[in-house]
């Protein structure tokens, strides 16, 4: 198998806003908190299926050995995996399209995706720190919500490698590998973006619980759900509806409330996770939504 590994940057200091951000500041990842990370949920399509647990942990077991190791290693996936993302991927293609933001499409194109084939995280990983300095670390399951956001102050992104169960495509309870690189990766690639995702990160390290309430609304609202303003028209980046048919789809419909964004709405909207979501927030570019949340970031 290929193997890619992570290294501290060789800057000691990362300068971003206001912020010095040292390498020795980095928490272990054996240190990481994770919420039943050996376990599927009884709601889960694959929760049942004893081939699916065993894949699945095994492939969780190579996320874990990164974390002992720093070492990245490819995951050999099966005939049956690939389906599901040619799959979801395919359908997912015209959609995108039409709706996705024209900056995302052009960076699956330049991360060389394809719909035939599952994008390796290690290949994924070269190509962000050619040209964002960002970086993947594999991971096996949920993470606490501040040392999920933490690892961003370090241009570090966590992701999961393993794929939803086959016999629900088009669902999945958890972070999977199509959530992963069809939602967030290529946005990474943006510099605006990208550096607008360690602010985010540096804001967790030294936020109040009230304060990491917020962050974890903002980020529900951009990175996961957000829509960007383009030539008038509007657009969507975030990658909950990204890698999402059902998500994209109902986000243009008219049962959703498009906002222009709004810091303080923002961050003080309830949301319900599993539901789709009624009300979506639309930023004028994501060098503003980077200025904007410097500020707010800078007032913790």
């Given amino acids: 198998m290929l193997t890619d590994t992570i290294q501290p940057?060789?800057?000691?200091?990362?300068?971003?806003?206001?912020?010095?951000?040292?390498?020795?500041?980095?928490?272990?990842?054996l240190d990481m908190k994770f919420e039943?990370?050996?376990?599927?949920?009884?709601?889960?399509?694959?929760?049942?299926?004893?081939?699916?647990?065993?894949?699945?942990?095994?492939?969780?077991?190579?996320?874990?050995?990164?974390?002992?190791?720093?070492?990245?290693?490819?995951?050999?996936?099966?005939?049956?995996?690939?389906?599901?993302?040619?799959y979801v991927a395919g359908k997912l293609e015209d959609l995108q399209q039409k709706y996705a933001s024209p900056f995302y499409l052009g960076a699956k194109r330049d991360l060389g995706f394809s719909n035939d084939r599952i994008p390796q995280l290690s290949e994924m990983n070269r190509r962000l720190k050619e040209l964002t300095g960002?970086?993947?670390?594999?991971?096996?399951?949920?993470?606490e919500t501040r040392a999920f956001l933490s690892w961003l102050s370090y241009r570090v992104m966590l992701s999961t490698q393993?794929?939803?169960?086959?016999?629900?495509?088009?669902?999945?309870?958890?972070p999977d590998i199509v959530h992963e690189a069809?939602?967030?990766?290529?946005?990474?690639?943006?510099?605006?973006?990208?550096?607008?995702?360690?602010?985010?990160?540096h804001g967790a390290r030294i936020a109040t619980d009230k304060q990491l309430e917020e962050l974890g609304r903002l980020y529900w609202?951009?990175?996961?759900?957000?829509?960007?303003?383009?030539?008038?028209?509007?657009?969507?980046?975030?990658?909950?509806?990204?890698?999402?048919?059902?998500?994209?789809?109902?986000?243009?419909?008219?049962?959703?409330?498009?906002?222009?964004?709004n810091l303080e709405q923002v961050t003080n909207h309830e949301y319900t996770y599993s539901d789709m979501q009624p009300v979506l927030y639309v930023v004028p570019s994501y060098a503003e939504l980077k200025e904007v949340t410097r500020k707010y970031i800078e007032s913790f």
Avoid: C
């Avoid at 393993?162 to 958890?174: F, V």
């Avoid at 957000?226 to 028209?233: I, L, Q, T, W």
């Fill in 36 to 86: 039943d990370i050996n376990q599927l949920a009884l709601d889960h399509p694959g929760a049942s299926d004893e081939a699916y647990r065993t894949r699945r942990d095994h492939i969780a077991s190579l996320a874990k050995n990164f974390r002992e190791t720093g070492t990245i290693t490819d995951v050999e996936y099966t005939d049956e995996e690939q389906g599901v993302w040619r």
């Fill in 134 to 143: 960002f970086r993947l670390a594999p991971i096996e399951g949920l993470v």
């Fill in 221 to 261: 609202f951009t990175v996961e759900f957000g829509m960007v303003e383009h030539e008038g028209d509007i657009k969507a980046y975030g990658a909950g509806l990204l890698s999402s048919f059902g998500e994209l789809e109902h986000a243009f419909s008219d049962q959703v409330e498009r906002r222009p964004f």
């Fill in 182 to 201: 069809i939602g967030h990766i290529p946005m990474f690639t943006n510099p605006n973006f990208a550096d607008y995702s360690q602010l985010v990160g």
């Fill in 162 to 174: 393993y794929i939803r169960h086959h016999s629900h495509p088009a669902y999945t309870p958890e």
């Fill in 9 to 29: 940057s060789t800057d000691p200091n990362i300068e971003i806003a206001n912020f010095t951000l040292r390498d020795e500041d980095l928490p272990e990842f």
